[in-house]
């Protein structure tokens, strides 16, 4: 990018836009700011737009530090700025101060900086105004215009004083009021030109009242300048400066000042002001949507006072007009390369762009509008990707309401943590028995789980219901990430919501403190509520919801064509975490490329009887019993589970993970023990002397800091046994689901939560051994070349790299055997922070508020210090095995920003859950790109 | 190292030592293996040792890929090995086999491994014997002999049979008892010439009984060749393979076999055998200390069946003997610089040493051992530190039983594990209430605190106590690490131990079986018990106590003086873990050089006064009321503490740790919650409500995972005013305690478990601006310049580094202004592994048991992972800043093998409990020599 210079050879400290200069244009976005920049590009494009000038943000900078020695820095430049004053007027005929016979020119002052910032100066308008101004005005075109004048100078009057001299603007709404109040009326358009004079007065001495020596400047040029100002003081304003900081845009150098010549939308039936897209924004269609209001000025519209009509009235109205303005759409379009959404104002008959941008759509019609615009020959595959966002993916296949949040708004009790998106409604259940007995009453209605938490023993409900709500819990909390990984809605950590299981009842408060007072509603089992899980809305009634879910590609018939253009943009493969063949089915659906993670515990939770079984298995009175459960039962069953999938999968790899969380999370909950009942069945199912023995066992099996406890690879090597059980289910499987489909199984096994190289050897061998023996025991039937395929390769046995020191030792790990590695950046963000997932939420919250930290890491992933991690593993395993595979199945595996970095630190894969595996493929498509 | 040749080229395959030819020597043992080295050594210096020759361990290697290729390897060497035989026949003037008119030649087979190693084969003794050869022994000399040559005989039949041919020994023994049984005698002694005659032929037949076509080889040439090769092929059993990767000896690469000419001790009244040290190993002082017996043979000195005699005695006796043993001491203390331990025969009058090596000594010998050994010129100042091991300081500060073992052995009850070294009697008691009144009842006795496990409402109870006693918990858990800390001896995860604390009883059982019929001891409170914290013996009776405790200067003259070696030899600084005055004292005492670890949670939990205070703050019912405790209650009292402290310290550094556990660990516990009044009073003095408000507050505080929950700088920056009392409270104490003494205080203070750069630098500028705000406050008292000393220093602000993250990012953290850091390492081995502390012990002792982990990483630093974290973090941080003091103050702090790494990374100081400091200090030195 090239600077302008000025003759001197200095870079241009006033950048001029109108028909013959035009100094600026969007490449010089970081130097004039987004809105400067695209006022330049319009203007050199030939589009209507209103004459000015831009001050870059370098001067921001300039501005605090002669603010600092006591010099004048806008002074200083003011040369420049007349000289740019000069030039607009030429191009428009007008005078700024109204000398002479020329028509008054106005201006507005604009900050700008290169990326939209709340908490600074926004607007000032009609800059240019004094009472003879405005006489002048008025004096012009027969008096038609005296109205208009003064209530221009009235809004300049509010506006200045609000925004430039941080005057209270109550003041002048209370001289407003006053005015009206005396001359009987009740809008501001009925008070007439001489009542809008009065107001003035008034204002003016408002300002005096406040500061006798500080009047309004009646001088133009102070005016101006005051405001140029002005934009400067804000850029350093503590609020902004606390924005920028919590943003992270601290290193954003400064603001731009926009001044631009005025156009009005209210000079008659000529004029009008409006907005519009390129295209539809809800269904991608190509036509022209908006609307406009004829005699109008922006505020109108958005003040709802008065309904704007559709934009395709104009051609009836306007006909030059309307096809000046299609033009120019066509034109925007053509240059910008994506649908835009622009406000303009028809200024007596002549059309002006006053500001375009990449226009929002919905789902829906961002995949239209980016098939359609490749298809038009406008934009290149890859543009059409980067056009598209994962959340327009999401809203494709999730369900949502039919009403409207203002429909709804009015039964909205609450606003949790949007957990997991979507949108479900039915009936409130508190147990996950009564989800069960509520959907075998009535299969159709829906059914909300709605719990203090959830934990693993809820599963087998949580799976029947179609949304869950918990009143603590944060986005990465138990039900916050089931729901994700079913693509069901959830809210979680609802603080304003008191949960009472016991007597099946929730309530809701207006605020965190919770007082009778601050009650505003009861919600008792079988009552109707509807969550939005995008937004975190807990609603108290049905709501109307839209039909969803799958058959996303025939809903929306140019799904497919867009999903294939991203897979080919594509490097890194995108696999599903997934459990069932079910959930296989439709991540296959989604485009998965096979599973990356399928965790062996959900299957043992999957049922109530299947809890049982594991309990029994855990608590079995010694060896020779455990052995028995695990060679009847859940030996049997696993290997069950795993056919379905390795026949779903057909070749596709499946990843098969051994059990991985602390054996005591299958165990019954303190609640459970204390029923007398239930503990005397579990001991006697157990073989255990009573109901004290059991609660002895189960507590002398509760562990202090149970994520870091005896847990993942640790049970394989302190119960080979359970090893033993897990690879003789699979590799049994991989055989029969060979003889049943006669495809060639690709099954991997992994050793979870590995920290130590000898940890790992240990299982390695066990596993590795164990698939021999299944293999020779079964020769007779079918032999290991036929089942893994002619080249007869081994199945892989790798590991997961999920804690710090794995990840260190990555290379020796490798040495000693690792076929593959998968991060588990969840528990790697875990142990790297020292952050537990179940407690982190109690600070988590503050830290955002407090600009601690940008994102959650467990959403989106740490790239500076665990992304380090995750770098330096990835060398140290690739110095030793440069070919080995390297994936990803935290949580991380399906964000966006994840995905990008994942790919730039070399991972082959990411794994996520069926729902993200569109998102994740896009993801992946536009890291490459 | 050269190694000798032979005349072809080829590196020799057989090592002879004799007067003439010594192949080998000390410098060889990596080859000849520690035994076949020093009988080189020694045979060198001219000492009287019977001559022989080495096999090389490289042999092993050979000849087990000979085995697999089925070649002789033995016999390809066999004419170097006949070579070595034909020249120990030429010195001794014998020969092997005993042909022609010379005595015949005897010798013994040993293995000899670089390191010393179970599980495989030791000895054969006598080999070169058959019928005829005893024959020949009792024809020469008159018959005299005869007795001794069967009984010779008979030694080698059982020896060979059950360690070469791998016999059951058993069989010769019932056969020898079959013969005493009919010869109606008791001992082995009382058998005469000819009943031995018969032994030897029982014991032959028993050969044929087990494999009729392999008799005993009469053959002493193949009796030779067979001892050999079954050394060898033990170094390859299973055995010893496991024990090798058990120890991590699995690059050893095979053990040497020393073949010795025999001498007898038991040959009449001229002969005999003993041991004994160079100095005395109990004091160090420099006389010979040992035994010995007339007409004996190794074994009986083992076997106890005569008494021994003071080495003293010899001079009388054998006079001339005794003068040529006084010589060859002496030369062997002064070759080998060090006290020796040696075994001696004396065959018909003549000497000959048989072992040597470095003495085992206790804790004063070793002491003044090594300075007096400097002393006399034999060694240097370092190897005078080299000589002095650190468990050897710890002797001389930890209070010792007086009985020995096999004294109290009948009443030793169970073995825990040794979580504190030190010896303590007491009387047993059950709560931290029940120490304290047997304390007031009688100060002068012993009490010993007996809890299921302990936690930190016990301390004031352990505090009063001179010993803790657990059932659960590991070397780390609570109840060790405050043991370690206040050097209180601890016997922790007794596993064969329940306690019953409501019933005020523990039960020992005779296994980890618990069970009725397994009950050996019951011990209720009140009753006498003793502890060996160094050993984990728990003993079911009052044990005599030696004195201990301080005085260790006084009480070992030639202490201070080696300790003034060690600080000229060291370069790390050793500061001590202190957060009472007393405490520090007791470390100065020791040589801390200042205090690395203050922990300001110890302080608020000194009393149950203070753990009240502690527990109003929390459960404070708004913020004003916290306000109001931590101004009025919590800030004074720390205040006055620090100022102790500081006080106390002078201007050494004083390093204080901002609160670091998590609040809910000062909450009652669950058991305290239940006794209704107890919940009443607390709610009452916290203003709220109820007990049962209390109890949903404290419920509500639990974490799943409190070690990765809310604590650490999360607590300072969720409750800033926690951070801003403790900042107060610690400037006004510098301020106090410089106004006090005079003496400018050198505080730090250090933000404990930093993840982020933005955590840091939250705490940092709040803890800057509170100590401006204290020295402004106090301005009129003393200026900031006074009390800080003329160069006005800023008070440093660092942080603890123990997260895998912090690690990472030392570097920003270094840039953010962090002015010193001190790795945690107990919470970054926690994290780097994910293994919790407190539930580690359920693995972490089957780990070292299969072989996973070598030594707890809670222990000794885990050097290829938590090590490498620690060394990227150091190179981080001092890529920012290259003088940025970094220390650690982890548990690992006073660990040797932990020290020598720390100082190899860089490290300038290493922090630990007083009681480490002089082992720490002597680890430094050690690390630095
Ligand atoms: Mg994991
Ligand atoms: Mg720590």
Same mark, same amino acid.
């Given at each position: 990018?090239?600077?302008?210079?000025?003759?001197?050879?200095?870079?241009?400290?006033?950048?001029?836009?109108?028909?013959?200069?035009?100094?600026?244009?969007?490449?010089?976005?970081?130097?004039?700011?987004?809105?400067?920049?695209?006022?330049?590009?319009?203007?050199?494009?030939?589009?209507?737009?209103?004459?000015? !000038?831009?001050?870059?943000?370098?001067?921001?900078?300039?501005?605090?530090?002669?603010?600092?020695?006591?010099?004048?820095?806008?002074?200083?430049?003011?040369?420049?700025?007349?000289?740019?004053?000069?030039?607009?007027?030429?191009?428009?005929?007008?005078?700024?101060?109204?000398?002479?016979?020329?028509?008054?020119?106005?201006?507005?002052?604009?900050?700008?900086?290169?990326?939209?910032?709340?908490?600074?100066?926004? *607007?000032?308008?009609?800059?240019?105004?004094?009472?003879?101004?405005?006489?002048?005005?008025?004096?012009?075109?027969?008096?038609?215009?005296?109205?208009?004048?003064?209530?221009?100078?009235?809004?300049?009057?509010?506006?200045?004083?609000?925004?430039?001299?941080?005057?209270?603007?109550?003041?002048?709404?209370?001289?407003?009021?006053?005015?009206?109040?005396?001359?009987?009326?009740?809008?501001? *358009?009925?008070?007439?030109?001489?009542?809008? %004079?009065?107001?003035?007065?008034?204002?003016?001495?408002?300002?005096?009242?406040?500061?006798?020596?500080?009047?309004?400047?009646?001088?133009?040029?102070?005016?101006?300048?005051?405001?140029?100002?002005?934009?400067?003081?804000?850029?350093?304003?503590?609020?902004?400066?606390?924005?920028?900081?919590?943003?992270?845009?601290?290193?954003?150098?400064?603001?731009?000042?926009?001044?631009?010549?005025?156009?009005?939308?209210?000079?008659?039936?000529?004029?009008?002001?409006?907005?519009?897209?390129?295209?539809?924004?809800?269904?991608? =269609?190509?036509?022209?949507?908006?609307?406009?209001?004829?005699?109008?000025?922006?505020?109108?519209?958005?003040?709802?006072?008065?309904?704007?009509?559709?934009?395709?009235?104009?051609?009836?109205?306007?006909?030059?007009?309307?096809?000046?303005?299609?033009?120019?759409?066509?034109?925007?379009?053509?240059?910008?390369?994506?649908?835009?959404?622009?406000?303009?104002?028809?200024?007596?008959?002549?059309?002006?762009?006053?500001?375009?941008?990449?226009?929002?759509?919905?789902?829906?019609?961002?995949?239209?509008?980016?098939?359609?615009?490749?298809?038009?020959?406008?934009?290149?595959?890859?543009?059409?990707?980067?056009?598209?966002?994962?959340?327009?993916?999401?809203?494709?296949?999730?369900?949502?309401?039919?009403?409207?949040?203002?429909?709804?708004?009015?039964?909205?009790?609450?606003?949790?943590?949007?957990?997991?998106?979507?949108?479900?409604?039915?009936?409130?259940?508190?147990?996950?028995?009564?989800?069960?007995?509520?959907?075998?009453?009535?299969?159709?209605?829906?059914?909300?789980?709605?719990?203090?938490?959830?934990?693993?023993?809820?599963?087998?409900?949580?799976?029947?219901?179609?949304?869950?709500?918990?009143?603590?819990?944060?986005?990465?909390?138990?039900?916050?990430?089931?729901?994700?990984?079913?693509?069901?809605?959830?809210?979680?950590?609802?603080?304003? %919501?008191?949960?009472?299981?016991?007597?099946?009842?929730?309530?809701?408060?207006?605020?965190?403190?919770?007082?009778?007072?601050?009650?505003?509603?009861?919600?008792?089992?079988?009552?109707?509520?509807?969550?939005?899980?995008?937004?975190?809305?807990?609603?108290?009634?049905?709501?109307?919801?839209?039909?969803?879910?799958?058959?996303?590609?025939?809903?929306?018939?140019?799904?497919?064509?867009? %999903?294939?253009?991203?897979?080919?943009?594509?490097?890194?493969?995108?696999?599903?975490?997934?459990?069932?063949?079910?959930?296989?089915?439709?991540?296959?659906?989604?485009?998965?490329?096979?599973?990356?993670?399928?965790?062996?515990?959900?299957?043992?939770?999957?049922?109530?009887?299947?809890?049982?079984?594991?309990?029994?298995?855990?608590?079995?009175?010694?060896?020779?019993?455990?052995?028995?459960?695990?060679?009847?039962? %859940?030996?049997?069953?696993?290997?069950?589970?795993?056919?379905?999938?390795?026949?779903?999968?057909?070749?596709?790899?499946?990843?098969? @993970?051994?059990?991985?969380?602390?054996?005591?999370? !299958?165990?019954?909950?303190?609640?459970?023990?204390?029923?007398?009942?239930?503990?005397?069945?579990?001991?006697?199912?157990?073989?255990?002397?009573?109901?004290?023995?059991?609660?002895?066992?189960?507590?002398?099996? @509760?562990?202090?800091?149970?994520?870091?406890?005896?847990?993942?690879?640790?049970?394989?090597?302190?119960?080979?046994?359970?090893?033993?059980?897990?690879?003789?289910?699979?590799?049994?499987?991989?055989?029969?689901?060979?003889?049943?489909?006669?495809?060639?199984?690709?099954?991997?096994?992994?050793?979870?939560?590995?920290?130590?190289?000898?940890?790992?050897?240990?299982?390695?061998?066990?596993?590795?051994?164990?698939?021999?023996?299944?293999?020779?025991?079964?020769?007779?039937?079918?032999?290991?070349?036929?089942?893994?395929?002619?080249?007869?390769?081994?199945?892989?046995?790798?590991?997961?790299?999920?804690?710090?020191?794995?990840?260190?030792?990555?290379?020796?790990?490798? =040495?000693?055997?690792?076929?593959?590695?998968?991060?588990?950046?969840?528990?790697?963000?875990?142990?790297?922070?020292?952050?537990?997932?179940?407690?982190?939420?109690?600070?988590?919250?503050?830290?955002?508020?407090?600009?601690?930290?940008?994102?959650?890491?467990?959403?989106?992933?740490?790239?500076?210090?665990?992304?380090?991690?995750?770098?330096?593993?990835?060398?140290?395993?690739?110095?030793?095995?440069?070919?080995?595979?390297?994936?990803?199945?935290?949580?991380?595996?399906?964000?966006?920003?994840?995905?990008?970095?994942?790919?730039?630190?070399?991972?082959?894969?990411?794994?996520?859950?069926?729902?993200?595996?569109?998102?994740?493929?896009?993801?992946?498509?536009?890291?490459?790109?």
């Amino acid at each position: 990018v090239q600077i302008p210079t000025k003759p001197t050879g200095e870079p241009k400290v006033v950048y001029i836009f109108n028909s013959k200069t035009c100094d600026g244009g969007a490449e010089l976005k970081d130097i004039l700011g987004n809105k400067g920049a695209l006022l330049a590009e319009m203007m050199k494009l030939g589009v209507p737009v209103p004459p000015g !000038f831009t001050i870059p943000a370098s001067m921001c900078e300039t501005y605090e530090s002669c603010r600092v020695e006591g010099t004048d820095a806008v002074e200083d430049i003011w040369e420049d700025v007349e000289f740019a004053i000069s030039e607009t007027e030429k191009e428009l005929g007008k005078k700024f101060g109204g000398e002479g016979d020329a028509e008054p020119l106005l201006f507005s002052v604009r900050s700008g900086a290169a990326v939209s910032m709340p908490g600074m100066l926004e *607007t000032v308008l009609n800059i240019g105004l004094n009472k003879s101004v405005c006489e002048k005005i008025a004096a012009a075109n027969g008096g038609a215009n005296k109205r208009f004048a003064y209530d221009a100078y009235r809004r300049l009057l509010d506006m200045f004083g609000s925004v430039v001299f941080e005057m209270d603007r109550s003041q002048f709404e209370m001289e407003l009021e006053r005015v009206k109040e005396k001359k009987g009326v009740e809008k501001d *358009t009925e008070l007439s030109a001489e009542d809008l %004079m009065e107001v003035c007065d008034a204002y003016e001495q408002v300002y005096l009242k406040v500061d006798p020596n500080r009047p309004f400047p009646s001088d133009p040029t102070m005016q101006l300048k005051l405001a140029i100002e002005a934009v400067f003081e804000s850029w350093n304003k503590p609020r902004a400066k606390a924005y920028r900081e919590i943003a992270g845009l601290s290193s954003l150098g400064g603001t731009a000042v926009n001044v631009q010549s005025m156009v009005f939308g209210n000079l008659g039936e000529t004029s009008g002001t409006g907005v519009c897209f390129t295209r539809r924004p809800d269904t991608g =269609e190509k036509i022209i949507f908006g609307e406009y209001l004829i005699n109008a000025q922006g505020e109108d519209v958005v003040a709802g006072i008065r309904t704007p009509e559709p934009i395709s009235t104009l051609f009836e109205k306007m006909p030059v007009v309307a096809q000046s303005l299609q033009d120019t759409l066509d034109k925007l379009e053509m240059h910008f390369k994506n649908m835009q959404d622009i406000e303009f104002t028809i200024d007596s008959g002549k059309l002006f762009i006053l500001q375009t941008r990449n226009g929002k759509r919905n789902g829906v019609a961002a995949i239209n509008v980016a098939v359609d615009m490749y298809e038009e020959g406008l934009i290149t595959k890859a543009e059409a990707i980067e056009m598209v966002e994962l959340d327009h993916l999401n809203q494709l296949i999730h369900p949502a309401f039919k009403e409207t949040e203002e429909e709804y708004e009015d039964a909205k009790i609450s606003t949790g943590l949007a957990a997991s998106p979507g949108a479900a409604v039915g009936r409130v259940a508190f147990s996950s028995e009564d989800v069960l007995a509520m959907k075998k009453a009535n299969p159709k209605e829906g059914v909300i789980l709605c719990r203090v938490e959830t934990s693993a023993e809820d599963v087998s409900g949580m799976h029947a219901s179609n949304g869950f709500l918990t009143q603590n819990g944060g986005m990465t909390s138990h039900a916050a990430v089931v729901a994700r990984g079913w693509g069901l809605p959830c809210v979680s950590g609802v603080a304003t %919501m008191r949960v009472d299981e016991a007597k099946k009842e929730a309530y809701f408060y207006s605020s965190e403190s919770i007082s009778p007072a601050n009650l505003i509603a009861t919600v008792k089992s079988g009552d109707w509520i509807s969550l939005d899980g995008g937004e975190g809305f807990v609603i108290n009634r049905k709501v109307e919801m839209n039909a969803a879910g799958e058959g996303v590609y025939e809903q929306h018939p140019k799904m497919a064509k867009f %999903m294939s253009w991203v897979e080919e943009a594509k490097s890194l493969g995108v696999y599903a975490n997934a459990d069932t063949a079910a959930e296989l089915k439709l991540a296959m659906y989604f485009g998965a490329q096979g599973i990356g993670l399928c965790r062996t515990e959900h299957m043992l939770l999957a049922s109530a009887e299947r809890v049982s079984i594991s309990r029994s298995m855990i608590l079995a009175k010694d060896d020779a019993s455990r052995v028995e459960i695990l060679d009847k039962k %859940m030996g049997p069953m696993l290997k069950d589970d795993f056919q379905a999938l390795f026949e779903q999968a057909g070749n596709l790899p499946v990843t098969i @993970r051994l059990l991985d969380p602390p054996l005591h999370e !299958f165990l019954p909950t303190e609640l459970e023990l204390k029923d007398e009942k239930f503990a005397a069945d579990l001991a006697k199912k157990c073989s255990l002397e009573s109901a004290d023995a059991l609660r002895e066992m189960c507590e002398a099996k @509760r562990e202090k800091n149970p994520m870091m406890g005896l847990r993942g690879v640790r049970v394989g090597i302190l119960e080979p046994k359970i090893t033993i059980m897990q690879t003789k289910a699979i590799v049994n499987a991989i055989i029969d689901a060979y003889i049943a489909t006669g495809v060639h199984p690709n099954g991997k096994i992994m050793v979870p939560l590995v920290s130590t190289t000898e940890e790992f050897e240990n299982q390695r061998a066990l596993i590795f051994q164990t698939i021999q023996e299944v293999f020779n025991a079964r020769a007779s039937e079918v032999s290991r070349a036929d089942v893994l395929g002619p080249d007869n390769r081994e199945i892989p046995i790798g590991m997961m790299c999920e804690t710090p020191r794995a990840c260190i030792v990555s290379g020796n790990l490798v =040495e000693e055997g690792a076929a593959f590695m998968s991060f588990g950046s969840n528990d790697l963000s875990q142990l790297s922070f020292g952050f537990s997932r179940d407690d982190a939420s109690s600070f988590l919250e503050k830290y955002k508020e407090f600009g601690i930290i940008e994102t959650d890491p467990f959403n989106t992933i740490d790239v500076d210090g665990v992304g380090e991690l995750i770098k330096m593993s990835v060398r140290g395993a690739r110095a030793v095995n440069s070919k080995i595979p390297v994936s990803v199945c935290g949580e991380h595996g399906g964000d966006e920003k994840s995905i990008e970095f994942f790919h730039e630190a070399g991972l082959n894969v990411v794994s996520c859950s069926a729902f993200r595996v569109l998102g994740a493929r896009l993801a992946a498509a536009k890291a490459n790109i």
